[in-house]
């Protein structure tokens, strides 16, 4: 674009508009210099030519020197800069109104023509009754005062004649230059018409590309919330589906095995008494998930957790491997940390009355709270609830834990350092 310029010396004044000062100032040097350029080329052409035609020598040398202004520099003068310039809009109204009048004055003097050749055909082939004429002659032989009588009616007749003339010449000059002022305004607003239609227009195109842009992304916008809840209904149907399919197993499995079997025997790294007595669980104890003490938590999980086999694997003859008793958050995560992604673990929970299921995943370890309210567990938010625990861990093995599908629990985690850290939990001092 710049090459363009400075080759044509020329900028459209819309272009010139869009320009910052910087950007002015720059382009007007680019062009002075292509100037000086020019100027020198030309010279050591004509030296050129002056040296073949072998003429005298003349002093190429020029110097181009610019008007300064006030504050010292070049004098530069921006066309719409200037309080008194016209805008860009009146430049063109007067372009159209220029080239309207001249339009119009040519069609009114083709007129005046045409009227000017009627006329003077109409006229000059008025000539004189021959009857009055002979009459005249007449009365000039007879007598000289009908003579004089005959040349007054003459007379008369003329001046008739050339004021009827003058009325229908400017008759018709009114008629010509009421058809031009017409004419140019008629014009005029045709140009106006022009210049409005192609600016809707452009303003249309505009508006439609928006609009266009616009319903593309509703659209866009449309189709992912209707897959979004097209995919959370699919997943709310399988965890349904999976989780009556799992009830029913439980169920026919419990009424098959009989009665629950007695308490595992004490672990083996540490000397722990188990006592062998029926636990029961107290109807009088009353959960509330706020904070508790490790005291309030370890006679919770005695009282209401260890008659249900809570943390038990499901032929309840020991602790699951992924069984842990109340460890912090930050010992989870070193647990998880060193096994890696798709590990997990559920551990009591060190603040509140349930447990809390620890997953390792490839952005990081992630929480998720179990609410082990009314002898049933299920995710905090969720809406699937589980009769053990040992159902909702085999059911996420299959079912991410959440609807992106990115955590499922896949290897568990279990003890470190050949102790183990739930022994409070079943052991009574």
Same mark, same amino acid.
């Given at each position: 674009?710049?090459?363009?310029?400075?080759?044509?010396?020329?900028?459209?004044?819309?272009?010139?508009?869009?320009?910052?000062?910087?950007?002015?100032?720059?382009?007007?040097?680019?062009?002075?210099?292509?100037?000086?350029?020019?100027?020198?080329?030309?010279?050591?052409?004509?030296?050129?030519?002056?040296?073949?035609?072998?003429?005298?020598?003349?002093?190429?040398?020029?110097?181009?020197?610019?008007?300064?202004?006030?504050?010292?520099?070049?004098?530069?003068?921006?066309?719409?800069?200037?309080?008194?310039?016209?805008?860009?809009?009146?430049?063109?109204?007067?372009?159209?109104?220029?080239? @309207? #009048?001249?339009?119009?004055?040519?069609?009114? =003097? !083709? &007129?005046?023509? $045409?009227? *000017? +050749? /009627?006329?003077? %055909?109409?006229?000059?082939?008025?000539?004189?009754?021959?009857?009055?004429?002979?009459?005249?002659?007449?009365?000039?032989?007879?007598?000289?005062?009908?003579?004089?009588? @005959? #040349?007054?009616?003459?007379?008369?007749?003329? =001046? !008739? &004649?050339?004021? $009827?003339? *003058? +009325? /229908?010449?400017? %008759?018709?000059?009114?008629?010509?230059?009421?058809?031009?002022?017409?004419?140019?305004?008629?014009?005029?607003?045709?140009?106006?018409?022009?210049?409005?239609?192609?600016?809707?227009?452009?303003?249309?195109?505009?508006?439609?590309?928006?609009?266009?842009?616009?319903?593309?992304?509703?659209?866009?916008?449309?189709?992912?919330?209707?897959?979004?809840?097209?995919?959370?209904?699919?997943?709310?149907?399988?965890?349904?589906?999976?989780?009556?399919?799992?009830?029913?197993?439980?169920?026919?499995?419990?009424?098959?095995?009989?009665?629950?079997?007695?308490?595992?025997?004490?672990?083996?790294?540490?000397?722990?008494?188990?006592?062998?007595?029926?636990?029961?669980?107290?109807?009088?104890?009353?959960?509330?998930?706020?904070?508790?003490?490790?005291?309030?938590?370890?006679?919770?999980?005695?009282?209401?957790?260890?008659?249900?086999?809570?943390?038990?694997?499901?032929?309840?003859?020991?602790?699951?491997?992924?069984?842990?008793?109340?460890?912090?958050?930050?010992?989870?995560?070193?647990?998880?940390?060193?096994?890696?992604?798709?590990?997990?673990?559920?551990?009591?929970?060190?603040?509140?009355?349930?447990?809390?299921?620890?997953?390792?995943?490839?952005?990081?370890?992630?929480?998720?709270?179990?609410?082990?309210?009314?002898?049933?567990?299920?995710?905090?938010?969720?809406?699937?609830?589980?009769?053990?625990?040992?159902?909702?861990?085999?059911?996420?093995?299959?079912?991410?834990?959440?609807?992106?599908?990115?955590?499922?629990?896949?290897?568990?985690?279990?003890?470190?350092?050949?102790?183990?850290?739930?022994?409070?939990?079943?052991?009574?001092?």
């Amino acid at each position: 674009m710049l090459q363009q310029i400075l080759t044509d010396m020329f900028i459209e004044p819309e272009l010139l508009a869009e320009l910052n000062e910087d950007q002015k100032q720059t382009l007007f040097f680019k062009m002075r210099e292509e100037q000086v350029r020019r100027w020198k080329e030309r010279d050591a052409q004509q030296v050129k030519e002056e040296v073949g035609s072998k003429r005298p020598k003349k002093d190429p040398a020029k110097s181009v020197s610019w008007m300064k202004a006030s504050d010292g520099d070049d004098w530069v003068w921006v066309m719409g800069d200037h309080p008194e310039d016209k805008s860009y809009d009146q430049i063109c109204d007067g372009i159209m109104a220029q080239r @309207a #009048a001249l339009q119009a004055q040519k069609e009114a =003097e !083709e &007129l005046r023509a $045409k009227k *000017e +050749a /009627e006329l003077e %055909k109409r006229f000059s082939a008025v000539h004189l009754d021959p009857e009055l004429v002979l009459a005249a002659k007449e009365v000039e032989l007879r007598e000289e005062e009908a003579r004089q009588a @005959a #040349a007054k009616e003459q007379l008369r007749l003329k =001046e !008739e &004649l050339k004021k $009827k003339e *003058e +009325a /229908e010449r400017c %008759k018709a000059e009114e008629e010509v230059r009421g058809l031009e002022e017409a004419r140019a305004q008629q014009i005029y607003m045709d140009l106006k018409d022009v210049q409005k239609s192609r600016q809707h227009q452009d303003k249309e195109d505009k508006e439609d590309k928006a609009w266009q842009e616009t319903l593309r992304k509703s659209k866009v916008a449309d189709q992912r919330r209707l897959s979004i809840a097209k995919q959370t209904r699919e997943d709310y149907r399988r965890r349904s589906v999976k989780a009556l399919e799992q009830g029913r197993v439980s169920s026919v499995t419990k009424a098959l095995g009989g009665e629950k079997p007695a308490l595992p025997p004490k672990p083996k790294p540490r000397n722990l008494t188990v006592t062998s007595d029926v636990i029961t669980q107290k109807p009088g104890v009353r959960r509330t998930p706020s904070c508790s003490s490790p005291e309030r938590i370890i006679q919770w999980f005695r009282d209401e957790q260890l008659p249900l086999r809570a943390g038990f694997q499901r032929d309840q003859s020991r602790i699951a491997t992924w069984f842990h008793g109340i460890i912090s958050r930050q010992e989870a995560e070193d647990l998880l940390s060193e096994k890696g992604p798709g590990y997990f673990l559920i551990r009591v929970s060190e603040r509140i009355l349930g447990y809390v299921l620890s997953h390792c995943s490839q952005e990081g370890c992630k929480h998720f709270l179990i609410d082990a309210t009314d002898n049933c567990y299920m995710l905090l938010g969720d809406q699937l609830s589980f009769s053990s625990l040992v159902e909702l861990v085999e059911y996420h093995e299959v079912e991410a834990l959440t609807p992106s599908g990115g955590e499922q629990l896949l290897h568990a985690c279990g003890q470190s350092g050949g102790t183990v850290d739930y022994a409070d939990l079943f052991t009574r001092v």
